[in-house]
């Protein structure tokens, strides 16, 4: 059985879809409210250096990619290797070479893989006008100003995603998880 079949008989196996959509959600939040105050820090600091803005943008992207795969990995990996130690004692059996043996193996970094990257990407979205900037793409405004403005419509489309899988008013969750990104924007502004 190649790795491909593997993975895909896993994530059916495990039923991880609704962790790995928490992750993404969760650590996305996390990635998007990061960039919001570091850049709103900087936007207030009237920062001229863009690159020592994206490097240190880019720097808590990594660590945040770092700590979401490895802490996701780490936590996951234990509670599937107790379930199933559990499942074997109940069916006095080795379910190593099983699908559920290769779920417990594989669900981890799947899981560890969803929550490190999507801060990340979601972080190299918010900076991506810095970026171009840095490159010399003329902006239509400042590159820190569109980056909080990407920051906060990211934070509106993860709303708009949970709604939508919580089969809740998208409009409503889009627009709860927007005010967040303001509130956050707000205090990182007032305090500078």
Same mark, same amino acid.
């Given at each position: 059985?190649?790795?491909?079949? +593997?993975?895909?008989?896993?994530?059916?196996?495990?039923?991880?879809?609704?962790?790995?959509?928490?992750?993404?959600?969760?650590?996305?939040?996390?990635?998007? *409210?990061?960039?919001?105050?570091?850049?709103? #820090?900087f936007y207030v600091?009237?920062?001229?250096? !863009?690159?020592?803005?994206?490097?240190?943008?880019?720097?808590?992207?990594?660590?945040?990619?770092?700590?979401?795969?490895?802490?996701?990995?780490?936590?996951?990996?234990? +509670?599937?290797?107790? +379930?199933?130690? +559990?499942?074997e004692q109940a069916?006095?059996?080795? !379910? $190593?070479?099983?699908?559920? #043996?290769?779920?417990?193996?594989?669900?981890?970094?799947?899981?560890?893989?969803?929550?490190?990257?999507?801060?990340?990407?979601?972080?190299?979205?918010?900076?991506?006008?810095?970026? *171009?900037?840095?490159?010399?793409?003329?902006?239509?405004?400042?590159?820190?100003?569109?980056?909080?403005?990407?920051? !906060?419509?990211?934070?509106?489309?993860?709303?708009?995603?949970?709604?939508?899988?919580?089969?809740?008013?998208?409009?409503?969750?889009? *627009?709860?998880?927007?005010?967040?990104?303001?509130?956050? $924007?707000?205090?990182?502004? *007032?305090?500078?």
């Amino acid at each position: 059985m190649n790795w491909f079949t +593997e993975v895909g008989q896993a994530f059916a196996v495990s039923s991880s879809d609704g962790i790995m959509r928490r992750y993404f959600v969760v650590n996305g939040f996390d990635g998007a *409210l990061t960039m919001l105050g570091i850049v709103s #820090g900087f936007y207030v600091g009237n920062a001229d250096d !863009l690159g020592i803005v994206l490097g240190a943008c880019v720097g808590a992207a990594i660590a945040l990619f770092m700590s979401g795969l490895s802490s996701a990995y780490i936590s996951e990996a234990a +509670e599937r290797q107790k +379930e199933l130690a +559990e499942m074997e004692q109940a069916m006095a059996k080795d !379910l $190593t070479d099983t699908a559920h #043996g290769r779920a417990a193996r594989w669900v981890p970094w799947m899981v560890g893989a969803v929550n490190g990257f999507s801060p990340f990407c979601i972080a190299m979205l918010i900076l991506s006008p810095i970026g *171009l900037a840095i490159t010399g793409v003329s902006l239509p405004a400042s590159p820190l100003l569109m980056s909080l403005l990407l920051g !906060l419509f990211s934070m509106f489309l993860l709303g708009v995603f949970l709604g939508k899988f919580a089969e809740i008013n998208w409009l409503v969750s889009g *627009l709860k998880s927007l005010v967040v990104g303001l509130v956050t $924007t707000g205090i990182v502004l *007032l305090v500078g």
